[in-house]
């Protein structure tokens, strides 16, 4: 039997650069076919709307050119009448070009439809195009965040960030904050028992943790630390690795009180000295989610505090009428959502530092 023959030194740093071109090269063409389907349909449609506006084509025209198109192309299953209008559509909407150079033309057809569905205006759908196409939302990802509006709500939440951060991270850090958070993912339509409730955010936690925004990391809930004497704990700490930085998020049940504003304060201060490399790290900052606040009285709050903070609504208020009565009251879902958390925690092995 031959041994085995003796591999060069870095044949697996070839091996691992050779597999990354592969998977590169893989979503390359993956693209280009994507492209070149979003193009077609762009050139049907196109066809569509200028025999509509010369000849007057109307739906029954419409109906046959779907059904001898699936005749011809038996294996294709984009010809149906339903689709057929949405060429329409997207040939109305954006030029040819722009289907090769804009975010719309990285989408996959499922996408397209949801953004000439749910949205109306060109700024909108090229937003929430351009956000799917960073951050790979699935459609249902994408239909979710246009139903929470999403783009509205990024960066809306008071702040005293531009006072106390330099120009270019204020507003990154106002990225990070939404107003309000929305918890609709929840989806109860029934009154349930403490325990369903944390079983049904156990099953959606990957939703709230994207309600929270892009890139956040989970660090831990009740994150203890002594300062002499005295304990303190913060409700969650995340770390969120796109603008790496520490975020404190506490939660209150109720409408937001001045003297939130000095522990929030309190705990970034720590956190900025403790566990932030200032060589590596952005400066922390702090999110207080609460049940509703009094703007004014946020205002004058944030004024009297050195630390980067931002308070923040949280609701279910896009739930139709009749189920927003049945779901969980706001002191329910906070109890449920920390115990989500706590749970979550209680699988990551205990930092020897702590």
Not at 127 to 143: D, P, T
Not at 230 to 243: E, G
Not at 283 to 296: H, S, Y
Request: aromatic share 10%; glycine share 6%.
């Amino acid at each position: 039997m031959n041994a085995p023959a003796e591999l060069p030194d870095d044949y697996l740093q070839l091996l691992d650069r050779l597999k990354s071109q592969v998977r590169q090269a893989r979503i390359r063409a993956t693209r280009i076919v994507n492209t070149e389907l979003l193009t077609l349909y762009w050139e049907i449609g196109h066809a569509i709307v200028e025999r509509q506006q010369v000849e007057g084509w109307g739906t029954k025209v419409i109906d046959r050119l779907a059904i001898d198109l699936r005749s011809a192309f038996p294996e294709m299953r984009g010809f149906s009448r339903t689709n057929l209008k949405y060429m329409r559509q997207i040939a109305a909407v954006w030029t040819r070009d722009e289907i090769g150079q804009q975010p719309v033309g990285q989408l996959p057809w499922g996408h397209v439809t949801v953004l000439l569905d749910k949205l109306d205006g060109r700024s909108d759908r090229d937003w929430y195009a351009a956000s799917a196409a960073e951050h790979g939302w699935s459609r249902n990802v994408l239909q979710n965040q246009i139903r929470s509006g999403l783009r509205h709500r990024i960066g809306a939440a008071p702040s005293n960030f531009r006072d106390h951060l330099p120009v270019e991270d204020s507003d990154l850090a106002q990225q990070l904050v939404r107003d309000p958070y929305v918890f609709d993912f929840l989806d109860i339509t029934e009154r349930v028992a403490e325990r369903e409730l944390e079983s049904a955010l156990m099953l959606r936690l990957e939703q709230f943790l994207l309600e929270l925004g892009h890139g956040f990391a989970f660090v831990g809930r009740q994150y203890h630390f002594e300062i002499g004497d005295q304990d303190f704990y913060i409700d969650l700490l995340f770390f969120n690795w796109v603008q790496a930085r520490f975020v404190v998020v506490e939660l209150k049940v109720g409408r937001f009180e001045p003297e939130y504003v000095g522990k929030l304060g309190f705990y970034v201060s720590w956190i900025d000295d403790n566990l932030r490399d200032r060589k590596i790290h952005a400066p922390t900052v702090g999110i207080l989610l609460c049940a509703g606040r009094n703007d004014n009285v946020v205002r004058y709050s944030l004024a009297g505090t050195t630390a980067p903070l931002a308070v923040a609504d949280y609701t279910y208020e896009t739930l139709p009428s009749p189920i927003r009565d049945l779901v969980p009251t706001d002191d329910e879902i906070a109890a449920a959502v920390e115990a989500t958390v706590s749970e979550l925690d209680s699988q990551i092995p205990d930092h020897p530092d702590r």
